[in-house]
């Protein structure tokens, strides 16, 4: 093997690892502000759309460390709504756009942030804690 193939792995694989690195953030939403408007007269329609602005908390459930705003619009009556909101917490904020399904976990794309985040990629797991939707965790994977 050649000083240049060995180069090229080593870079290879130094990009590989610094891909796979992520910053593991989770936080627990409340979410007890959302409100639909309906564009029918149906109860779920597509168009609908899901708003919201609501506490969330540490890993833990137990402290409040930030807020999030943001929106939905329903693509899939009763399956999935497309979303985009931010999250903020000290030091700055994180930006995600992706599916909300009803039934199981999303993951949804981290577009960007502010502050300590800014820069940041990655994604977002949506996990509902409850089978209410009252409260969800964000499972942040972030990159840089």
């Not at 240049?4 to 409340?30: D, G, K, N, P, R």
């Not at 609501?54 to 009556?77: H, L, P, Y």
């Not at 999250?87 to 992706?98: F, H, K, P, S, Y």
Request: hydrophobic share 40%; with cysteine; net charge negative.
């Amino acid at each position: 093997m050649t000083k240049i193939s060995l180069a090229i792995l080593a870079a290879a694989a130094l990009s590989c690892t610094q891909a796979i690195a992520a910053e593991q953030l989770t936080v627990v939403e409340h979410a007890k502000s959302d409100a639909t408007a309906h564009i029918g007269a149906k109860e779920d329609n597509r168009g609908d759309v899901l708003t919201w602005t609501n506490d969330v908390f540490d890993v833990s459930d137990k402290v409040k460390v930030g807020t999030d705003q943001g929106f939905c619009i329903r693509v899939a009556v009763g399956k999935a709504y497309e979303c985009s909101w931010t999250t903020t917490l000290a030091g700055g904020q994180i930006m995600v756009e992706g599916p909300f399904y009803d039934a199981g976990d999303s993951v949804l794309a981290v577009t960007g942030g502010t502050g300590k985040y800014a820069g940041a990629g990655g994604q977002m797991t949506l996990h509902a804690r409850d089978a209410k939707g009252t409260e969800y965790d964000f499972r942040f994977a972030l990159t840089r």
